[in-house]
């Protein structure tokens, strides 16, 4: 019993303890501040550096657009009596300062010579039109090309000392490669090597140890016989030129014509016809027909046009892989053109449905950052050809299409009128006359997608431009309608003159200027391109340093353009070749230009402002 009162009385003793507790005492005061700390004395001055050297001046900034001015200070016609053909294909050896021109005017063909290192450059004089007609180069030397081959001569190529000479043969024989010593003031023939045929284009790589032919291949007149197209490949090790090619065909694309008809590599021959008691059957490789050649700096690749194809063959010079690119089309719509010879005005406009196939003749390579780039000039070109035959009797008797009693008998063409073809809803905002593309030469091979006779889509030769494609064959630049349009605002009623007349207008039918000569060269730090218009007769120049950000620079031309009045002056330049300033004699980077129908060359200075 005690112990249960224990408890209780202990929880309320504490209890009550707490109660009781007193309350919590006052903070004290602050204690005084110490005293403050002496600051330290501040430590003696350092020495002075020295000076330090004075930076170089930095080199003054370049203007950011530089404009070329383009002089004509050399100038030469040969075989005067018969010009044309004279002047087509040049070439310029820098040792000698000597331009060698393959004259096709003379029969048989001959090289002719000429020394600019005497050029006075002031000899040259400009008519009343401001046109240069007379002359301060001639020929000093001719090579006789008959004392070593016969044949047609159709391109030269010089690398250093060597020279070498495209001879094509008749149809169905391997032409030749002649090679000639130019390191003295004759000429020495060293050999001739054999390709394939007719061998179109030759030139050498940039280290000189291989020499690259277009073998184009082209049909006899009436199909009889048709060679396939070929690229050759001569070494020269040590300076010893190969005795025989490594020549390069296109049989591995025999089976592949859909997939390259895909990409847009055209087709055109009288496959299922025949022609003389003879079945035409051509494939592929009997199509396809080299015509230009231009290799990579570096020396790796060999880049082909293929015109009439409308596509690009890639050669792999270390392993001769061979490759083929279709280049697509150009769609019209998208651009401006003139398309008839026959409505008596400048009259540019854009057509749905019609497109063009690129067919670029020239070519030339060039890197930006490394990578290779081709430049073409997009010419165009069809398939006529016409075999002999006594009348329109025996012409339809044999296979032929129609007879003309100048040409003779038409074996095959892809070409007609747009008026002279029945187009379908697409068109259906035209008249197909003459005052819209009535005129306008087009293809029968492509634009019938049903095949019931009627053309949906229409397409043209050529693309009236330039363009620039990568090494994979993809399109990364063209010049549109440039051509036309700077041409017509330069020319007024003169633009798409034809070579031989003068009277405004008259190309608008059929390819307009017709961008087909090409040269790529260096001035300063710029990188150009100069196009030749074969039937206008000037040439653009384009900067086109970075292929993503082409400008155009300048037009050059000396041609008469008085209308009615005789033809004067360069006409139809064909084949080009830039000299930098330091293998020019005057100092100055030189623009040479063999031009066709007037047999003249044409030395053009090219000085930075």
């Known amino acids: 019993m005690m112990n249960k009162l224990i408890l209780p009385l202990a929880l309320s003793t504490l209890l009550i303890g707490c109660a009781l507790e007193g309350d ?48 004509l200070v050399g100038r030469a016609v040969l075989n005067a009596q018969s010009p044309e053909g004279a002047a087509e294909i040049v070439a310029y050896h820098a040792q000698s300062q000597r331009i060698f021109a393959l004259n096709s005017s003379a029969s048989p063909a001959t090289i002719e010579i000429i020394g600019l290192a005497q050029m006075d450059t002031e000899a040259l004089a400009k008519n009343p039109e401001g ?28 690398h250093n000392n060597l020279l070498a000479v495209a001879v094509a043969k008749d ?56 060679p396939e197209g070929s690229i050759a490949i001569i070494d020269i090790i040590n300076n010893q030129i190969a005795d025989s090619a490594t020549l390069l065909n296109f049989n591995a694309f025999d089976d592949q014509q859909a ?56 050669v792999d010079l270390e392993t001769n892989a ?69 009348d329109e009797t025996s012409c339809l008797a044999e296979g032929g299409i129609e007879f003309d009693k100048d040409d003779g008998c ?26 819209d593309i009535g005129r306008l030469k087009v293809s029968t091979e492509l634009g019938d997608t049903n095949n019931d006779n009627q053309y949906e889509e229409l397409y043209t030769y050529g693309a009236r431009s330039f363009s620039i494609w990568d090494h994979n064959g993809h399109r990364i630049y ?58 206008m007769g000037g040439i653009l120049v384009y900067d086109v340093t970075n292929p993503f950000d082409v400008k155009m620079n300048t037009y050059m031309i000396n041609r008469g353009l008085q209308k009615d009045a005789d033809i004067s002056g360069d006409l139809a330049p ?14 100055t980077a030189l623009l040479i230009v063999g031009n066709e129908i007037s047999g003249s060359i044409s030395v053009w200075s090219i000085a930075e402002q």
Do not use: C
């Not at 019609?354 to 000039?377: C, E, H, K, R």
């Not at 259906?428 to 003459?434: A, E, F, G, I, V």
């Not at 036309?484 to 405004?504: L, P, R, V, W």
């Open 24 to 71: 919590d005492g006052s903070d004290g005061k602050d204690g005084a501040t110490g005293e403050q700390g002496q600051v330290g004395q501040t430590g003696p001055a350092g020495e002075k550096g020295n000076t330090g050297a004075q930076g170089q001046v930095g080199e003054s900034g370049q203007s950011a657009t530089v404009q070329l001015v383009p002089t």
């Open 131 to 158: 046109v240069v007609t007379n002359t301060n180069l001639e020929s000093s030397k001719t090579i006789q090309l008959s004392e070593f081959e016969t044949g047609d001569a159709n391109s030269l190529s010089i």
């Open 171 to 226: 149809t169905g024989q391997a032409g030749k490669i002649l090679f000639f010593d130019i390191a003295q003031d004759n000429p020495q023939f060293i050999k001739s090597v054999t390709v394939g045929d007719l061998p179109d284009m030759v030139t050498f790589t940039p280290d000189g140890s291989k020499v690259v032919v277009a073998n184009e291949g082209e049909p006899k007149s009436d199909y009889s016989i048709d």
């Open 259 to 314: 997939t390259l008809e895909a990409q847009g590599v055209i087709f055109a021959n009288p496959t299922g016809r025949t022609i003389k008691g003879k079945t035409i059957n051509t494939s592929v490789s009997m199509d396809l027909e080299p015509e230009y050649v231009s290799v990579s700096k570096d020396g790796r690749y060999a880049y082909v046009s293929l015109q009439e194809n409308n596509a690009l063959a890639i």
């Open 322 to 390: 061979l490759t083929v690119k279709g280049l697509g089309f150009k769609d019209w719509s998208n651009w401006t053109l003139d398309a008839s010879d026959k409505d008596d005005m400048i009259n540019f406009a854009s057509y749905p449905g019609l497109y063009g196939m690129y067919q670029p003749d020239s070519i030339a390579t060039y890197q930006w950052q490394g990578a290779n780039f081709i430049v073409s000039a997009n010419e165009g070109d069809g398939r006529e050809y016409f075999f002999d035959s006594q």
């Open 410 to 435: 038409l074996a095959y063409t892809d070409e007609s009128r747009a008026e002279d073809l029945t187009l379908g809803s697409t068109f259906s905002y035209l008249n197909n006359d003459d005052l």
């Open 478 to 535: 063209d010049s549109g309608d440039d051509v036309g349009k700077i041409t017509a605002a330069i020319h007024g009623e003169a633009f798409n003159n034809d070579e031989d007349e003068n009277s405004g207008d008259t190309r608008s039918d059929a390819k307009g200027a017709e961008p087909e000569a090409l040269a790529i060269g260096n001035i300063g730090d710029r990188t150009y391109a100069f196009i030749g218009l074969e039937r």
């Open 574 to 587: 064909e084949g080009m070749v830039f000299i930098g300033a330091q293998d020019s004699p005057i100092g």
